[in-house]
């Protein structure tokens, strides 16, 4: 307001000046002399702040967003360390193509530098628990021993903290519904996530046995919480007839089981979301996203591990290691045979994380289908539906649409245009517009005085700042028209001197024109 104001006012005459001041006090409530030094004051141009020159150009910015789409947008000190190993797999398999300077470049970023250059892109792309009463089991429970966070001691891979991930879509209503069996390393972070259609002791024991023959290490522990369907007697038969180690957490002490709740969140929400998915045909569905996603998340998804932790006082300093894939981590581990840490340095050199993550987006859609509808999709995408060069030209432009994760997205809400309280204001807004005319720099609280003085029953001090949003949004919609009304004379203005210029006479050739 002040700039359309002041251009107006500077280029006026005397009584112009004069009758354009009194509308700009009267809507402002300035004093007139403040007013007058506001419109008087030349706008300053803008200045860049000098710096250094850029060390990070828009073509290393472009090609790190896609490196981070591609990793799954994870942070920017786990992408730091994957982007040596997504650099030289998408080179391999002739998805990327990156000039010498521009590798050396993304080789020196920092964490720190990789967070600031994608923030931008970060905001656009993105935006209670229950106690389950005891049941039967209790003699079992005694006879398993209680193993804490603390209590670990840097394990050998094969000891695996187990839990489960319930898709009711927020607050369950009734009904079985589908559940993510999540087992997660201790050593390694090397992670299975598994569908089945309920919970049950029976699909616990097939599942444990169909992970056991994956792992590309022995299955020496299993750590659980105390649900039923993990205290029982096959469970405990189970472990005791295989030689595996079982333990259990604390009653409704999460933090002991923290490396598996760490995954349900990072792996089972972020691939799955929180919608509901009921039935056979959902569970077939969510269980061929994790036949995908297993192998990104293992090979391809750097974690943190906790180093050490110091207390002084209330304040506690944590230290993690350097952000390592399960797969290196494994690589690393010295009871690993060399026959295994060969098999999966092969199988890692011919996977594509370009076409996991292609595969995990039409896996994710199928899903979201489910859940949307409550039953399985009725044409299934396949791999080739979808070219792979596409897929990899949207990961560049893809933070512009925001989420893209089919099963993050969000049902359209109505927009909300209808009062869902009464207006105190009904009746005597009409007066409380008069005193604005007539009163433009009186305050909100001055207002509400008087309103309590004139009506001491119906307005008792509660409404004091609705009153103070209500005359703000009179003021703004005042100032707009007054804006809008200079604007309009000043374009009015401009057509009449333009008209006075045009040809009056002629004489000889001489082209004589009315100026202003």
């Known amino acids: 307001m002040t ?3 002041g251009e107006r006012y500077r280029r006026s005459g005397r009584n112009e000046k004069r009758e354009i001041l009194d509308e700009f006090v009267e809507v402002t409530g300035y004093h007139r002399k403040h007013a007058i030094r506001v419109l008087c004051r030349e706008p300053q141009p803008s200045r860049a702040k000098p710096g250094p020159p850029r060390r990070y150009d828009d073509e290393v910015r472009a090609a790190l967003i896609t490196l981070w789409e591609a990793a799954d947008r994870i942070c920017g000190k786990r992408l730091k360390a994957l982007i040596p190993t997504l650099i030289d797999s998408m080179t391999r398999h002739g998805h990327l ?3 010498k300077w521009v590798r050396q470049r993304l080789n020196q970023i920092s964490a720190a530098t990789i967070d600031r250059l994608l923030r931008d892109v970060r905001d656009q792309a993105f935006a209670g628990q229950r106690r389950r009463s005891g049941g039967v089991g209790n003699a079992i429970r005694r006879a398993v021993p209680i193993r804490t966070f603390s209590g670990w001691n840097d394990p050998l891979p094969g000891y695996l903290e187990v839990d489960f991930v319930e898709h009711c879509g927020g607050t369950k209503i009734d009904g079985d519904f589908v559940h993510s069996f999540v087992m997660t390393d201790i050593a390694t972070g090397w992670t299975e996530c598994l569908a089945m259609p309920y919970r049950s002791g029976a699909f616990v024991l097939e599942h444990i046995e169909s992970v056991s023959r994956a792992l590309p290490f022995p299955l020496r522990g299993l750590d ?9 007697a096959a469970m405990f038969d189970f472990c005791k007839a295989t030689g595996i180690e079982l333990t259990r957490s604390r009653a409704y002490k999460k933090n002991d089981q923290a490396w598996v709740e760490q995954k349900n969140g990072s792996v089972v929400r972020r691939l799955v979301g929180y919608g509901r998915l009921r039935g056979l045909e959902a569970t077939q569905t969510l269980a061929a ?4 996603s297993r192998l990104y998340i293992n090979f391809f998804q750097p974690s943190f591990k906790l180093k050490s932790k110091t207390r002084h006082g209330a304040k506690v300093t944590k230290r993690y290691e350097t952000p390592l894939t399960p797969l290196e981590r494994v690589l690393r581990s010295a009871s690993v045979p060399e026959s295994t840490k060969r098999r999966l340095r092969a199988q890692f050199r011919a996977l594509d994380p370009l076409d996991l993550l292609r595969r995990m987006r039409e896996a994710q859609q199928c899903v979201a289908e489910c859940s949307a509808s409550g039953s399985a999709p009725t044409e299934t995408k396949t791999p080739d539906q979808v070219p792979l060069a596409d897929f990899l030209a949207s990961l560049g432009t893809a933070w512009q649409a925001g989420e893209v994760r089919p099963t993050h997205h969000r049902k359209a809400r109505v927009p909300h245009d209808w009062r869902t ?4 204001f009904e009746h005597t807004w009409p007066k409380i517009q008069q005193w604005l005319e007539t009163e433009p720099g009186i305050t909100a609280q001055k207002l509400h005085e008087r309103l309590t003085a004139m009506a001491p ?3 008792s001090g509660a409404q004091l700042r609705t009153l103070q949003r209500r005359v703000k949004v009179w003021r703004s919609n ?3 028209e007054l804006v809008t009304r200079i604007l309009g004379d000043a374009d009015a203005m401009k057509a009449g001197a333009a008209t006075q210029r045009q040809p009056s006479s002629q004489n000889n050739g001489t082209v004589t024109t009315t100026r202003e």
Do not use: H, I, K, Q
Not at 289 to 292: D, I, M, N, P, R
Not at 421 to 424: K, L, M, S, V
């Open 224 to 232: 659980c919480d105390n649900d039923t369907a993990f205290m029982n």
């Open 97 to 99: 193509t990156l000039s």
């Open 421 to 424: 309280r009464e207006d105190p």
């Open 3 to 5: 700039e359309a104001v």
């Open 478 to 480: 005042r100032a707009r």
């Open 457 to 459: 029953a119906m307005y």
């Open 289 to 292: 996203l994790y036949e995908v």
